[in-house]
């Protein structure tokens, strides 16, 4: 992807707070089914692939994400780790969760962000869901 003069792509440094806020604000808005932060923040061209392995879009994820959302008492981070490639980083980190009725679980997930049209969009995302005793 070639560069725009008027924005480049900013250096680690620069970017680790943004991507850093990014990630928690993804949380948070999964936490909540925010479709309207997905829709502002992910490429038109997204790739999801679900913790039950189905393949999906943009506009599949924001219907899912309206149509099924999950009822979370708790959704939390850790482990988070940022890997720079130019204009591309990789996020990847582990979300325990608890929902409403008292079903619990951790979901390991890799957001991969890109600088497109001058700020950081997710172009494809995965989340795994771990076997009860997985950290």
């Not at 999964?30 to 997905?38: Q, T």
């Not at 959302?69 to 940022?82: A, Q």
Request: hydrophobic share 40%; aromatic share 10%; charged share 20%.
């Amino acid at each position: 992807m070639p560069e725009s003069h008027d924005c480049p792509v900013p250096p680690p440094a620069a970017a680790t707070e943004t991507i850093r806020v990014l990630n928690q604000q993804y949380i948070d808005a999964a936490r909540i089914s925010n479709g309207n932060w997905f829709g502002q923040h992910m490429a038109e061209d997204i790739v999801v692939v679900l913790g039950d392995g189905r393949r999906v879009g943009k506009a599949e994820f924001l219907a899912t994400l309206k149509s099924q959302p999950r009822d979370y008492k708790s959704l939390t981070v850790r482990d988070v780790t940022m890997r720079f490639y130019g204009a591309t980083v990789i996020v990847d980190g582990t979300a325990p969760w608890e929902l409403r009725d008292g079903t619990t679980g951790v979901t390991r997930y890799i957001d991969t962000y890109a600088w497109l049209d001058c700020r950081w969009q997710v172009v494809s995302a995965q989340l795994t869901w771990l076997a009860s005793g997985t950290r």
